[in-house]
């Protein structure tokens, strides 16, 4: 029986987010490839949209002449096409329509949604952070997907049950784990070509060991205390998870070992062949163990 027209439309809407998450993240992909079809359909749908609006402001909308102020009109728009269409269930954006069915279909609303866009404008104006605005800024651009992938993970069959807090608090520590890794990695990006200064009191351009080790620890406290957490998840969830922490982890390994002053002119990255090992390892120990696990 052939699809009806609104079925037949959010079919080719996740289509395109696949492409997105296949063309921007290989560790991301390669994790929802351990989900089923329906949650993989759905977490693809959340990155799709993420990416398109931290697109927008890391250099894909300058590249096409857009200033700040036009940067900030798009995201506004974005946003604005996004509540809609979380409220109606449909939209002419391929990449808003497929968020909005997974929003809708997943409980995702606007508490999740609003703290996002927010920290995506702050990064047309916010050039230096102090510590509680970082605090705010992680917990816009990264905690909150954690939090929206966990809707979706807490649908998946042998989800378990009464232990939502536990959950939550391991979404955000891993999503912050992920942010920081990237602030990291993106140092010469971020703050010598785009401007902006993440970490408090930690000058870019004089950026040393001693304060990456430190950056190093809090990064490695963040995954401990994601990790407990996994164990939590539906077996098919904890796949998946499992291998993004892994392949954070060993991005973490790197980093550690690149000396600081490196960061400024290199972007670290985990092998494919490393990548592929992680992957081969957690499918061997199977859902009920999670990558770094002793």
């Known amino acids: 029986m052939p699809l009806d027209p609104l079925e037949r439309y959010s079919d080719a809407a996740s289509r395109s987010a696949g492409v997105v998450i296949s063309r921007y993240s290989t560790s991301f992909g390669m994790a929802c490839r351990l989900l089923g079809a329906s949650a993989r359909r759905d977490v693809e749908n959340i990155y799709a949209l993420v990416r398109v609006a931290d697109e927008a402001v890391d250099g894909a909308a300058a590249a096409a002449g857009l200033d700040a102020a036009a940067v900030g009109e798009q995201l506004d728009r974005l946003e604005r096409e996004t509540e809609s269409a979380m409220a109606s269930g449909y939209s002419t954006n391929m990449v808003v329509h497929a968020f909005a069915r997974t929003a809708r279909g997943r409980g995702i609303g606007t508490d999740l949604t609003r703290p996002?866009?927010?920290?995506?404008?702050?990064?047309?104006?916010?050039?230096?952070?102090?510590?509680?605005?970082?605090?705010?800024?992680?917990?816009?651009?990264?905690?909150?997907v954690g939090l929206m992938c966990l809707r979706v993970f807490q649908t998946m069959p042998g989800a378990v049950r009464g232990h939502d807090a536990e959950l939550a608090a391991a979404a955000r520590r891993l999503g912050a784990a992920f942010q920081k890794v990237n602030f990291l990695r993106d140092l010469a990006a971020d703050g010598l070509e785009l401007g902006r200064s993440y970490f408090p009191g930690a000058d870019p351009s004089r950026f040393d060991d001693a304060t990456k080790t430190l950056l190093i620890a809090d990064i490695r406290e963040d995954l401990a205390a994601?990790?407990?957490?996994?164990?939590?998840?539906?077996?098919?969830?904890?796949?998946?998870?499992?291998?993004?922490?892994?392949?954070?982890?060993?991005?973490?390994?790197?980093?550690?070992?690149?000396?600081a002053e490196?960061?400024?002119?290199?972007?670290?990255?985990?092998?494919?062949?490393?990548?592929?090992?992680?992957?081969?390892?957690?499918l061997v120990r199977g859902p009920g163990h999670a990558e770094g696990a002793a």
């Not at 047309?124 to 917990?139: F, K, N, P, W």
């Not at 939590?232 to 690149?258: I, K, M, N, Q, Y």
């Not at 490196?262 to 957690?282: D, G, N, S």
């Open 116 to 144: 996002f866009f927010a920290s995506m404008r702050a990064d047309l104006s916010v050039t230096a952070h102090s510590d509680a605005s970082l605090q705010e800024y992680i917990y816009g651009s990264a905690e909150v």
């Open 226 to 259: 994601a990790r407990e957490g996994i164990r939590l998840l539906a077996p098919g969830a904890r796949r998946a998870v499992s291998l993004a922490h892994g392949l954070f982890e060993a991005l973490v390994d790197r980093l550690e070992r690149v000396p």
């Open 262 to 282: 490196q960061l400024l002119t290199r972007r670290v990255r985990v092998a494919a062949p490393e990548k592929a090992a992680i992957a081969l390892r957690v």
